[in-house]
C-alpha cells in the first residue's frame, strides 16, 4: 500500500508540475496588474475572483497530494514552505511567496549540469524576487502614513539594495507586513550569497582537480613510455647477448676442428 501511495504520489507530481508552474506565473501577473493598475469595478472584481479560483487550485493540489503521501506528517514536515504557501497568500501583500512555487521547476530543469542549474536557479531567484518583493513592498507601503515607498520604482530600488544586504537607508518600510517583507528578501539574499560563494568554490575545487588530473594523466603516459622504450631496449641487448653467445660458440667450434692442433 505505502509503494502504491508513493508511485501515485510521484505520478501526480510529475503531471501537476508544469502546469502548476504556468499557474503561478499567471498568478503573479494578475497580482502585479493589481498592485500597478488598481483596477476598479468589474476589473477589480474579476481580478479578485481569477487569484482566488487560482489560490484554490493551489490548495487542491496540496490536499491531494497530502491524500497521497503515505506517511502525511513526514510529507507534512518536509513540506511545509509548500502549507505557507497555500495559507499565507490569503494575506494579499504575502501572495508573492507562490512566486517561488515557478521557481522550483527552474531548479529541477534536466538536461543540464548541477552547477549549471544552481547558478540559473540562484540568478532567476534574484530576479523574481526583487521584481516580486517590489510589488508586495509597493502594495503595503503605497498608502501607509509616514511610508517612504510610494513608486513601482522606488519599491524596486528597495528591494534590490535589501535583497543584495546593501541596505542604503534612503528607503525603508514602516508598517508591519512590509517588514515583514524586508526580513524575508534579506534572509533570501544571504542564503544567495551561501549560493554563489559555495558554487564558485566548487568551481575552483574542480578545475584545480582537473589540472591535477590532467598532470597525474601526463605523467602516467610520460612513465608507460618510458618503460615502453626500456622494454625495447631490454629486448634488442637481449637478441644482441644471444647473437653473440652464438659467434662464440661458432669460434670455439672452429678451434676444435683446427688440424695443427
Known amino acids: 500500500m505505502v509503494e502504491l501511495l508513493s508511485v501515485r504520489l510521484e505520478k501526480w507530481e510529475k503531471a501537476t508540475e508544469w502546469p502548476l508552474t504556468v499557474l503561478s506565473v499567471v498568478f503573479i501577473a494578475i497580482y502585479a496588474w493589481q498592485i500597478l493598475a488598481e483596477p476598479t469595478g468589474w476589473m477589480g472584481a474579476l481580478a479578485d475572483w481569477s487569484m482566488n479560483a487560482l489560490w484554490v487550485i493551489f490548495a487542491l493540489d496540496y490536499l491531494v497530494s497530502l491524500a497521497l503521501a503515505p506517511r502525511r506528517w ?26 517561488l512555487s515557478a521557481l522550483n521547476v527552474l531548479h529541477r530543469t534536466g538536461g543540464m549540469a ?5 547558478v ?23 498608502y501607509a502614513p509616514g511610508s517612504s515607498i510610494k513608486s513601482y520604482g522606488e519599491a524596486l530600488w528597495w528591494a534590490f539594495v535589501t535583497i ?68 625495447r631496449i631490454e629486448r634488442r641487448l637481449g637478441v644482441l647477448a644471444a647473437g653473440e653467445a652464438d659467434r662464440g660458440q661458432v669460434v670455439s667450434s672452429n678451434d676444435d676442428e683446427d688440424p695443427d692442433d
Open 120 to 142: 540559473m536557479y540562484a540568478a532567476a531567484s534574484v530576479l523574481m524576487l526583487v521584481l516580486v518583493g517590489g510589488l508586495a513592498v509597493l502594495d503595503a507601503e503605497r
Open 114 to 118: 548541477l552547477r549549471g542549474r544552481i
Open 164 to 231: 543584495t544586504t546593501v541596505g542604503y537607508g534612503d528607503y525603508s518600510p514602516v508598517t508591519p507586513t512590509g517588514r515583514i517583507i524586508a526580513f524575508a528578501l534579506m534572509l533570501a539574499g544571504i542564503a544567495l550569497i551561501g549560493v554563489v560563494t559555495a558554487t564558485l568554490a566548487s568551481w575552483i575545487v574542480g578545475e584545480v582537480s582537473a589540472d591535477e588530473q590532467r598532470a597525474t594523466e601526463v605523467t602516467r603516459e610520460q612513465v608507460e613510455a618510458v618503460s615502453k622504450r626500456l622494454e
Open 74 to 99: 513526514e510529507w507534512i514536515k518536509h513540506h511545509l514552505f509548500d502549507l505557507a504557501v497555500v495559507l499565507l497568500p490569503m494575506i494579499r501583500p504575502l501572495r508573492v511567496l507562490r512566486v
